[in-house]
């Protein structure tokens, strides 16, 4: 189906909803009809994790299409986890519900820039969180995501020079608890760079029986008030097997969904994010992750775009240290079940 210009300037296919429509309904329909499967990433609102067919984090979203015989990939995410998505599965259509859907730590690393700065640094192996784009990871040794980025690290040699980006907060957290000295690129979160320390030391106060769990992103200060540091799926099993009634959750706020979900019986605080003077938000969410919505899934299958292409030259490139990544998982991280 040929697409409007108004939604490519959009980026989105803005065309109305029939009313009195089911929208879960259809959108099951429309995925056994054309063989499309769900990915969500647990950042997204509730609804659309609801009814993907599988909700996780960035490294269980790779394993996941990495697998899956689906014709069709529809990411609920943001742009970089499509080109993950695409480079891993070059013969089927990859979708994304939002091309404008970005991410702050992607566009804080421009594959020149990268390019640029490894040549000042010969000799260096490079080491790239997923939150970056297909052309940053096609000049990068191997991948990693918070939940695997020590297990990667740990890997190499320990006198091996590595530079590591984007994200300096997840690269000091594993310089700390590695003993390594990497080189890192300045790049943040601008979610996780963004949370109270005041405000999670007073909801602290108010809930002392509470533990504080922190992702890695967050800068070193709210790291240490953190009873446990993990990423979003490591956060969510901790809540799940901790004995803990209260916890206070310092990573984006969608996640206190599955949290919710999981253990319905416990309380989940989203940590408070720093706030302007007359704004305030008792939560810290990330607005490219909210531009996925049930209704753009509807659209975006329907009419099957937006779709995300990968040059296949930088994919080529791409692929090697996405497979590398993957294949060090393996060894410890068993593949979502499907």
Request: hydrophobic letters at 40%; glycine letters at 6%; aromatic letters at 6%.
């Amino acid at each position: 189906m040929e697409v409007k210009d108004s939604w490519r300037e959009k980026g989105y296919v803005d065309e109305p909803i029939p009313e009195g429509i089911d929208l879960n309904a259809e959108i099951r329909r429309m995925c056994k009809e054309k063989n499309a499967v769900i990915l969500a990433h647990y950042y997204t609102e509730g609804a659309v994790q609801d009814i993907a067919d599988f909700v996780g984090d960035s490294l269980a979203l790779a394993q996941w299409s990495a697998k899956t015989d689906a014709d069709i990939i529809v990411m609920c995410g943001v742009h970089f986890m499509g080109e993950t998505n695409k480079i891993l599965c070059p013969g089927k259509k990859v979708l994304v519900l939002d091309l404008n859907a970005g991410c702050s730590l992607a566009d804080s690393c421009k594959a020149e820039d990268l390019k640029a700065f490894m040549d000042e640094h010969p000799g260096y192996k490079v080491v790239s969180y997923v939150n970056t784009t297909a052309a940053v990871k096609a000049l990068t040794d191997v991948v990693v995501t918070s939940s695997n980025a020590k297990l990667v690290i740990d890997s190499f040699p320990q006198d091996e020079k590595l530079i590591f980006g984007p994200d300096k907060n997840l690269g000091n957290y594993i310089n700390s608890v590695t003993g390594r000295e990497m080189l890192l690129w300045n790049g943040g979160c601008h979610v996780h760079g963004q949370f109270s320390l005041e405000g999670i030391l007073k909801l602290k106060e108010e809930h002392p029986q509470a533990k504080i769990l922190v992702h890695p992103e967050c800068p070193a200060p709210i790291q240490k008030v953190a009873d446990v540091i993990g990423s979003t799926a490591g956060l969510l099993k901790f809540a799940i097997k901790d004995e803990a009634t209260e916890f206070i959750v310092a990573t984006e706020s969608g996640i206190l969904h599955e949290m919710t979900k999981a253990c319905p019986q416990k309380v989940f605080l989203p940590a408070p994010p720093e706030t302007t003077e007359g704004i305030g938000c008792s939560c810290n969410e990330c607005e490219f992750m909210k531009l996925n919505t049930l209704k753009k899934l509807y659209n975006t299958l329907k009419y099957e775009w937006p779709t995300i292409e990968v040059d296949p030259a930088i994919a080529e490139k791409a692929l090697q240290p996405i497979d590398k990544m993957l294949a060090i998982s393996k060894q410890t991280l068993p593949p979502p079940s499907l």
